[in-house]
C-alpha cells in the first residue's frame, strides 16, 4: 500500500476525528475509496475501535431513489445505527462525479426530508468527511490520476498542528473586529462580523472542523456592502459558472450576473429570502491546496482565496440563542485574492495579495 | 444491467426475503458485489423498503482484524442496527477466497465471541445469503467467468415454487419416517431420524430457509452406524479434501481416512465431542446445481447428491425443547447419490440412482 494512503488514514483517525478505544465507529466508503477504508480500518484495529463500515455508493443509492414510490419514511434501524456512533468517517471518492445526474431533484429532496434525523444523529457525532483521490476525481479536476494524488496527499498532510497556530491569530483578530473589507480587481465589499466568533477550522473535531483537508478560517457577516467578483470557476449543480458578480445593498443582493452559468445563480438566489444574503466569509489558509480542482472540498480551503457563501450560517459563529442567516442552501463562491488585493479588518490590512500580516513579504502599504 | 441480475436481485427480495413496504433492511455488500447491490437497491426502492448498505469487504476486515490489540468488544451501534432491522440481505462474491488467510484463528475466535450478540441479532431476522458471480468464485470453481455466470444463475433462477412443492414430497417421507438407510459404493449408512423434523429448505424465509440458492430437505439424524465415503471433493478450512472415509458405530466416528487432507478431518473430529456426531443428513434437490464449484452454498444443493455435517444440528430439525447434537463446529461432506446408489426410509427406497419415487425412471426393483 501507499505509505501516503496510511499517513491519510492515521491523520483522520487520530488529528481529525480523535479516535480512542472503544469508540463505537461509523466508517462509509464511496465506491472508490476501498483502499483508503483498508487503511482506515487498520489505524482504528489498532486504537482498538469498534467499526460497522457502510457502502455509500451513488449508483445503489441512484437505483434506490429512481425505483421508489416516493413515500420516503425514517429509517429506524440507519437511526438506531448513528444514535449509537461516537464518530462517523466518511471516505468519498466515486467513480463518477455525475452518478446520481438522472435522480429527480423532487426525489432528492423528499428522501432526505425523510432522512432528517438521521441527518442529525449523524451530525452529533465526531464526524468527519475526507476524500480518497480516485480517477474520477483527477478527471474533474482536469489532472492525471498520479498528478491529482500528488495534490490530494499534498493539501491533506499538513502539519496541522502548526498551521492550526497560525490560523488562530486571524481568528483573534476576526473575532476582535467589527467590520471586515474585501477590494481586489472590481471587488469592493464590507461586511459586520460584530458579535460573531470565528472558527479555526483546522480539520479535526478538537476545533470543530470536520473536514480533511481543512485550513481556512470561517465567520458569520451580516449586513454586507458592495460588490463581488468571484474569479475562481467552479461547478455548481452541474452546471459550470464563471465570474459571478454580485452587488449587495443593506445585506442583500440587488443585482446579479456571471458569465456562465446566470440562470444557476438566479435559481440560487431565488430559493428563499436566506438565499439573498451571505451565511459565511471563510479565508483560506491551507497552501497545500494550490490549484483550482472544481470541488469545494479543496478549492474553499485554498491558499490566498476568499470565499462567501449565499445561505445558511453556522451555529458555531452565532452568539448562543442568536440565529443567523437562514436558507436552504449553502452555496460557496470564491475570489482569487493572491495579487492586488487587501482584506482590511477595522480600516487595518490584516492581508494584502495573499500575504498575512504576520508573514514575511507583507507590505503594510498605505491604502487610500 | 444483465437482466439476469435483476431477476436474481428480485428473486431474492421477494421469494426469499418477503420485503414488503416500510421494512427496514440492512444489505451487506462483499467487495464484488456491486452490482447486484446496485439491482438489489432498485427492487428495495420499488416496494418501499428503508435501506443501510453496509461494505462487508474481507480486505477490510483483514486489516482490522490484524491490528486490533485482542480485546475485542460489542459494538453497540452495530448491535442497534441489526436489532432494529427486519431483514438482512447477505451479497457474498469477493475478490479472492483466501483475502483472510493471514489472520490467525484465536483473533478469528476472540472477535468472534465478543461479535456473539451482533450475530443473534442478525439471525432473528428474516436474513438471506446469496452470492453474485465473481472472477474469484468462478477461479474457485475452475471455470471461465462466462460460464461460472451461466452456473450461478441456473442455481439461483429456479422455480422455487414448484421445486418447494416437490421439496415436500421427500419432507413428508422423512417427517413420517424412523430410519434413513444410504447404501452406494463402499458406503453403508443408518441413522435414526425418529421424531426430528424435516426442513423444506426452499430459498425463502418462508420455509425456513436462509440460503439463495437452495433446494435441499434436511434433518437431524442421530444413532448413525455403518461406514461412508464422501467422493465429491472439497475444500475445508483451506486445505483440499478428497474421498473421506467414516466409520460410525453407537453414533460415533470410530475410524476415518481420506486420500487428501486427513489432518484437517483429524482437527475436525478433536474439536469437541459433537464433531464426532452427526448434525445434518440433507438431501440435493437443486438440479439447477449440475456441478460441483467447490463452495458449500451451492455444492451441497446439488441434485444427485446427499450430505451429511459433522457436528452442531439445526434447531428447526429438533422436537420443542430437545437438544440435538452439540458443536462449535458444522462441517458439510457430500456423497455423489446419482449411480448405483438408493436411499431408504424403513425399508422404503425412496431415491435410487438419484431418482426419487416419484420421479419418471425410477426403478422400485428389488434389493437384497
Redesign the interface.
Known amino acids: 500500500m501507499d505509505e501516503r494512503i496510511r499517513d491519510h488514514a492515521e491523520t483522520l483517525v487520530d488529528w481529525s476525528a480523535r479516535i480512542e478505544s472503544?469508540d463505537?465507529v461509523?466508517v462509509s466508503?464511496a465506491?472508490g475509496a476501498?483502499e483508503l477504508?483498508?487503511?482506515v480500518?487498520?489505524?482504528?484495529?489498532?486504537r482498538?475501535a469498534?467499526?460497522?463500515?457502510?457502502?455509500?455508493?451513488e449508483?445503489?443509492?441512484r437505483?434506490?431513489?429512481?425505483?421508489?414510490?416516493g413515500?420516503f419514511?425514517?429509517?429506524?434501524?440507519?437511526?438506531?445505527?448513528?444514535?449509537?456512533?461516537d464518530a462517523v468517517l466518511v471516505l468519498g471518492g466515486g467513480r463518477n462525479t455525475f452518478a446520481t445526474a438522472d435522480v429527480d431533484g423532487d426525489t432528492r429532496q423528499a428522501a432526505a426530508r425523510a432522512n432528517r434525523r438521521v441527518r442529525e444523529a449523524r451530525l452529533a457525532t465526531d464526524w468527519v468527511s475526507t476524500v480518497h483521490p480516485t480517477r474520477s476525481l483527477a478527471q474533474q479536476a482536469g489532472m492525471s490520476y498520479e498528478t491529482y494524488r500528488e495534490f490530494v496527499y499534498g493539501a491533506v498532510l499538513r502539519d496541522w498542528e502548526s498551521l492550526a497556530e497560525e490560523m488562530s491569530r486571524l481568528k483573534e483578530l476576526l473575532d476582535a473586529g467589527s467590520e471586515v473589507r474585501l477590494v481586489t480587481g472590481d471587488t469592493d465589499l464590507t461586511m459586520s462580523i460584530a458579535g460573531r466568533t470565528a472558527v479555526n477550522s483546522a480539520a479535526s473535531v478538537a476545533y470543530d472542523s470536520h473536514n480533511l483537508p481543512s485550513g481556512e478560517v470561517f465567520t458569520a457577516p451580516f449586513d454586507t456592502e458592495g460588490e463581488v467578483r468571484f474569479d475562481v470557476p467552479m461547478t455548481i449543480a452541474g452546471a459550470r459558472v464563471r465570474d459571478v458578480w454580485l452587488r449587495f445593498e443593506d445585506g442583500e443582493v440587488v443585482d446579479y450576473s456571471a458569465a456562465a452559468g446566470e440562470e444557476t445563480i438566479a435559481d440560487l438566489l431565488d430559493t428563499d429570502a436566506g438565499a439573498r444574503r451571505l451565511g459565511e466569509l471563510g479565508i483560506g489558509m491551507n497552501r497545500g491546496i494550490d490549484r483550482v480542482t472544481d470541488n469545494i472540498l479543496f478549492d474553499e480551503k485554498m491558499g490566498d482565496t476568499v470565499h462567501l457563501a449565499l445561505g445558511r450560517a453556522y451555529d458555531a459563529c452565532l452568539p448562543a440563542g442568536e440565529s443567523g442567516n437562514d436558507s436552504a442552501i449553502h452555496t460557496d463562491l470564491i475570489v482569487d485574492v493572491s495579487e492586488g488585493s487587501r482584506l482590511e479588518v477595522d480600516g487595518d490590512v490584516i492581508q494584502r495579495d495573499g500575504r498575512f500580516r504576520w508573514e514575511e513579504g507583507f507590505d503594510a502599504g498605505a491604502d487610500a
Do not use: K
Open positions: 472503544g463505537d461509523v466508503v465506491e476501498h477504508a483498508v487503511a480500518a487498520e489505524a482504528l484495529g489498532e482498538g469498534n467499526v460497522v463500515t457502510t457502502y455509500d455508493s449508483e445503489v443509492a437505483a434506490y431513489l429512481r425505483a421508489h414510490p413515500d419514511e425514517a429509517s429506524e434501524h440507519e437511526l438506531a445505527l448513528y444514535e449509537n456512533a
